[in-house]
């Protein structure tokens, strides 16, 4: 369906109004006897409390591991750079793992995943009901930022994708989480981007780290290559709020344009850049709207899906719904600032119009005749968690032998 239907869809039933045909499926709302989308707690205070204490054990051993792995492989960058790189993306992949087996043991959901035409027979079940995704290997992601999960869940994506690219995810951050302990600099060892959001300081960072990100290799057999990329950016700049909304309004009657109903407006300077400097390095960008079940229509997913509520008490959303189109840099207008600014604004309208038949309908439009594509976040193989602490293992093994070594060698 074509986003200009979209927008001429009829409005929900307000004050007693008929609904229109669009309106047949009706998006649930919140539970009337807990105020929750996802209705009742699962589990009691004390199952809660058990769930948040096994979670910060998992989840804090295993960023503890990853960071370690990540120090200990940080010698590499002053002996071969394509080693380093490669590296840290193991490490980025164990990253991957940690927040893809904690979702799926601790906040299992429904992934419901359709797009437009331009990514028809990328998105498939696999017979063991996982999706798979064949996307490229470089591409510029970007989305809507509806609250702090977002990034978790296409990170996931990039795990689904043939070949798997949650190794070689880069995003760009605000510029406090760099301070972050252990988080600070886990991210700067992956490579991330902290951003200031004052561009005359952020211009020449950027430029730095997109440089790396388009310089190509030499293979072993002599040809050049470009490093999988997979660049995520949220042009909105910070997850939807009600603070946030209020800005957005004010910004947009300040400039004389038309505001969203379900997201924020899009500031371009960011992407503008990173777009014009991989320019000829990277084909499509890709877009994913999203949407999480039962938020109504004026509220806000930061105030139901919280840490507690969705790793803790057992409700996480019912469903993560996803929409993906595809965009070729080459038909992106680079030439200036404004005209980008213009597209990437009629992309944000066009999502507007696609949650709006969301919080409508409970559904963004089908693929085709295919209808939905629905799975779960998951691994393959239930044992993949254990590659996580593969890397800081291999490394107590090999410490360990070269002690027996020297031990032996002092006797001798």
């Known amino acids: ?36 989308p996802s209705g009742e707690a699962k589990y009691g205070r004390f199952m809660s409390l058990l769930r948040a204490v096994t979670f910060s054990l998992y989840f804090g051993t295993g960023i503890l591991t990853v960071h370690t792995s990540q120090f200990l492989g940080a010698p590499l960058y002053f002996i071969n750079r394509e080693l380093y790189d490669a590296y840290m993306s193991l490490t980025k992949a164990c990253f991957g793992l940690l927040i893809t087996t ?31 995704c064949n996307f490229p290997e470089r591409m510029v992601l970007i ?38 302990p252990v988080v600070g600099p886990g991210c700067m060892f992956n490579g991330f981007i902290f951003m200031s959001r004052k561009m005359a300081v952020d211009r020449p960072r950027l430029a730095h780290r997109l440089g790396k990100l388009k310089a190509r290799g030499t293979a072993p057999d002599g040809k ?4 999988p990329m997979w660049l995520l950016l949220f042009p909105e700049g910070t997850n939807l709020s009600g603070n946030g909304r ?48 039962g938020i109504p229509r004026g509220q806000y997913g930061e105030d139901h899906f919280t840490l507690s509520s969705t790793y803790f008490q057992g409700r996480p959303p019912k469903s993560v719904n996803f929409y993906w189109r595809r965009f070729a840099v080459a038909d992106i207008p680079l030439d200036n600032q404004e005209d980008f600014d213009k597209w990437l604004r009629e992309r944000w309208y066009e999502k507007d119009a696609l949650l ?17 594509i629905e799975t779960e976040v998951k691994t393959q193989y239930w044992w993949e968690f254990l590659k996580i602490y593969t890397m800081v293992g291999t490394f107590g093994l090999m410490f360990n032998v070269v002690l027996k070594l020297v031990r032996l060698l002092a006797r001798a």
């Open 246 to 293: 209020k800005k957005s309004a004010n910004w947009a009657e300040k400039s004389g344009l038309k505001d969203g109903q379900h997201l924020m407006l899009p500031r371009s300077t960011g992407m503008y850049f990173c777009l014009a400097e991989l320019k000829g390095t990277v084909e499509y960008v890709y877009d994913c709207t999203v949407a999480y079940e």
């Open 143 to 180: 989305a809507n930022h509806q609250i702090y999960t977002d990034w978790l869940y296409l990170w996931w994506v990039g795990y689904t994708s043939n070949p798997q690219m949650h190794g070689h995810i880069y995003i760009l951050l605000k510029e406090s989480l760099k301070w972050i």
């Open 356 to 372: 709006e038949q969301y919080v409508s309908t409970g559904r963004f439009p089908a693929n085709g005749t295919e209808g939905h």
């Open 1 to 36: 369906m074509a986003t200009s239907e979209l927008r001429k869809r009829p409005q929900p039933a307000v004050d007693g109004q008929e609904p229109g045909p669009a309106t047949d499926i009706v998006n649930p709302a919140l539970d009337s006897s807990t105020g929750h």
């Open 102 to 132: 904690m979702t799926q043991w601790w906040a299992p959901t429904v992934i419901r995943i359709s797009g437009d035409a331009s990514v028809a027979g990328q998105l498939s079940l696999t017979p063991d009901g996982r999706v798979q």
């Open 224 to 227: 050049s290559f470009l490093a």
